[in-house]
């Protein structure tokens, strides 16, 4: 725990340092956009759109994986419901029941 929140302390100094040494004005041109700000600014922007649409790569195979997962815990139900029903018959005095020998 201790090591996190030094982990976390240290990053977050090493960003306002960055900051603070970056703080010179640049021009970004994309097409016909034109974004004037800070070198730390701009790089900041840039990692959010970067995890922001790596994020969104993700989605198809999550919507994907929780589909699966419903699937399996609706076959599974039935199987619950089937090894019930199962038990609940009745048994023959001469028969064993499997797996109690």
């Known amino acids: 725990m201790y090591l996190f929140l030094f982990l976390a302390l240290l990053i977050c100094i090493v960003i306002v ?15 016909t956009f034109h974004l004037q700000g800070s070198l730390a600014f701009i790089l900041v922007v840039v990692l959010a759109l970067g995890v922001l649409s ?10 994907r994986k929780s ?5 399996q815990r609706r076959r ?5 419901e089937s090894a019930a029903a199962l ?3 009745p048994q023959s005095p001469g028969t ?3 797996g109690m020998e």
């Open 54 to 63: 790596g994020m969104l790569m993700t989605v198809p195979a999550f919507w």
């Open 17 to 31: 340092l960055f900051a603070v040494q970056n703080a010179g004005l640049v021009t970004v041109t994309f097409l």
């Open 87 to 89: 038990k609940a018959l």
């Open 67 to 71: 589909a699966a997962l419903r699937e």
């Open 76 to 80: 599974v139900r039935q199987l619950e």
């Open 96 to 98: 064993k029941e499997q």
